[in-house]
């Protein structure tokens, strides 16, 4: 099945145009039949089609996945960059072994590496000016939470380390629940979700530049106030039993998707 989706992404970038063929192969890692069904039944919510296209991913690139986690994107980053590219997962220090096994399944495992990152030591996420992109899906208000480091956590040498990582023109692609901006800042330390303008405070303070906004991951319904937090709403349902036909209908957060550059 991996060789199928492999055949199916290098004919999307041999016969189309370059941004066809970014879709194209995008959707082709997407449609992968290796990707387990309960992942699929995100799509919806989380848009890794257009998600990946708005950050500019393309099958040649090098990209770091920051705190990949259960490799939701980590199934669909592998397949894509497997002939041409290279991913690079970025883990805790306590957690590599699990991001080891979960890479060296995956197609284009012997290009792919897998580094401990510790933002309270020495950071570094990939060799200087060594990747094309670096993606964190979910993780920023993580880092804000962190209690080692200053008022924003781990927060601030994670940017600083993205952009040493980055080539001069590389992207940062960052997606994450989005606090209304007349929320108290006090939540972002407690509720999972974090400000608009505390993100774009972060990567600017590291040297990147705003260069683009979508709106594909927003859900409208999410008032993100919710008792447990944003881990109320699916797929964590914290709440159990509790009104979770209500969350269910709601659906997953309200999420921020912001693309940033590392001027040349």
Known sequence: MRLLASAALLSFTALATPAVAQKGAISAAVANPDRP??????????????????????????????????GWYTRILMPLLADKGSYVAATSPRGPDGAKALVAKGPGAARAKVIAFDPAGTAELAPAAGADRVLTFRNVHNLLMAKDGGPDGAAPA???????ALKPGGVLGVVDHRLPENASAEREKTSGYVKRSTVVRLATAAGFTLAGESQVNANPKDSADWPKGVWTLPPTLQLGEQDRAKYVAIGESDRM???????R
């Not at 919510?45 to 950050?55: A, G, I, S």
């Not at 994670?158 to 040493?164: I, L, T, Y």
């Not at 998707?257 to 001027?263: G, S």
């Open 37 to 70: 069904e309960a992942e699929r039944a995100r799509d919806r919510y989380r848009h890794p089609v257009e998600t990946l296209t708005f950050f500019g991913v393309t099958p040649t690139q090098t990209v770091v996945e920051y705190s990949p986690g259960g």
């Open 158 to 164: 994670f940017f600083a380390a993205a952009f040493k």
């Open 257 to 263: 998707t912001l693309r940033f550059v590392k001027p």
